[in-house]
């Protein structure tokens, strides 16, 4: 008999997660409340502003589930240099032939990776089901997992929740979490470039908060810019030809002419569950972990916890079995916990003016760029690998 897999959350993790149990030959059903049509998605000429920085083992995961080669064709955009700087000529600067390679990641709209990923389902045994409300409550006993809505139950072997950092599911299990909400929040600006395409990602820290360009496929980009939340709402609420004066006097590295085309401000938080795991149930994805995405790298971490997950379970008669998702867990707190602290020191130490400070994260910028094969681990690490 197959076992059964409920994911509630059919966003980009929990998408992957459900073709990766299906490929173990499980019979998955995905509850999510935010339906999609994928084909209209990836046929649509409407530019998502969330977008991501897909790093080479993301690429390589979204390759075995056949939602890389949609991807390719339809506005993934490889980046081949990724620099980060304080004062332009104190760079450090990562570069595709360091790791001969022939690009360090892609960047792309989250909504078409979603939609290439559910553009797999049909070839599996997945269903896909709309809840319109909260789950109620979750019950388990020895052999099976049951969650209970209102006018409906849903009984499996494992129960995955990737619903996101403000898991239902989570708290329903009463999982707890430790973090905090950052004083900055960042504003998300989609502009449409006269440049040709831009290979090059780069970020500058800034005392009141880093600013980052993320070149799209052309003629798109993202800009991204932290600040405090209550000045980031101020601009948000300018007209976008009154954001273009703001977004000029702040970003001087643009290649080009611009029109500003949409804007969203996103709150930061640093969240992590106490618990991956409760019984037959397993987090995966911002559910677990949400992490600052001043590197870019929430989604890569989860596409590792779906990938590890699916491995500490390969071969198992039984998909809920505690002592595997315990494995899993053991296998990726530590790695997520230190991306987390990674980016707290990076906001930490970058946004603010402190003298001493300054002096020092030259100094590490500069070294930095000149540490050969530390430089290369750094790279290695951030591509995923
Ligand atoms: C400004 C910004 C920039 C970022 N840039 C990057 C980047 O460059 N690279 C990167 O790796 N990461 C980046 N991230 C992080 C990345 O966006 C998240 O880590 C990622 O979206 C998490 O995916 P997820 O599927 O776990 O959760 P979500 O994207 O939150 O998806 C959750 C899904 O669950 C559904 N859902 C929620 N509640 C329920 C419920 N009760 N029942 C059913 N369905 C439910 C939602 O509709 C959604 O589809 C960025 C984040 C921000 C804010």
Not at 7 to 17: E, I, T
Not at 167 to 183: D, E, M, P
Not at 254 to 272: C, I, N, S, W, Y
């Amino acid at each position: 008999m197959k076992n059964k897999v409920v994911v509630v959350g059919g966003g980009m993790v929990g998408a992957a997660a459900a073709l990766k149990l299906a490929k173990l030959g499980a019979q998955v059903r995905v509850l999510e409340s935010h339906l999609i049509d994928a084909n209209e998605v990836l046929t649509s000429e409407q530019v998502d502003i969330r977008v991501s920085a897909i790093n080479r083992f993301s690429e390589s995961l979204l390759d075995e589930l056949g939602a890389m080669p949609l991807l390719r064709d339809n506005r993934a955009a490889p980046y081949h240099q990724l620099a980060a700087y304080e004062q332009p000529n104190n760079t450090l600067l990562f570069d595709r032939e360091e790791v001969s390679q022939t690009h360090l990641g892609h960047l792309i709209e989250n909504k078409l990776i979603q939609a290439s990923l559910w553009a797999q389902f049909a070839h599996y045994d997945i269903e896909v089901e709309q809840v319109t409300s909260a789950p109620i409550t979750l019950e388990q006993n020895i052999d099976s997992i049951t969650l209970h809505y209102d006018n409906k139950s849903y009984q499996a072997d494992l129960l995955i929740a990737a619903d996101g950092g403000r898991s239902q599911v989570r708290q329903l299990a009463n999982i707890g979490v430790t973090g905090w909400q950052y004083q900055q929040a960042c504003l998300g600006i989609l502009i449409k470039l006269d440049a040709p395409q831009q290979y090059k990602t780069w970020q500058q820290f800034k005392p009141s908060g880093p600013i980052a360009f993320l070149p799209m496929q052309a003629p798109y980009a993202n800009l991204i810019w932290y600040q405090d939340a209550a000045k980031l709402a101020s601009l948000q609420s300018l007209s976008n030809e009154q954001l273009k004066d703001h977004v000029l006097e702040h970003f001087f590295e643009l290649p080009g002419d611009f029109t500003v085309e949409q804007k969203a401000l996103f709150p930061l938080a640093r969240q992590h569950a106490n618990h991956y795991s409760q019984g037959r149930l397993v987090l995966v994805g911002d559910a677990a972990h949400t992490i600052n995405p001043l590197a870019g790298q929430g989604v890569n971490l989860g596409f590792k916890d779906v990938a590890a997950l699916a491995e500490c379970l390969e071969g198992l008669d039984d998909l809920g079995t505690c002592k595997a998702l315990k494995e899993y867990e053991r296998k990726r707190r530590g790695d997520n916990l230190a991306m987390m602290s990674m980016m707290d020191a990076c906001y930490f130490g970058f946004s603010n003016e402190i003298k001493p400070l300054k002096l020092l994260r030259n100094g590490v910028l500069k070294i930095a760029n000149q540490a050969g094969p530390l430089k290369r681990k750094v790279l290695e690490h951030a591509m995923g690998w």
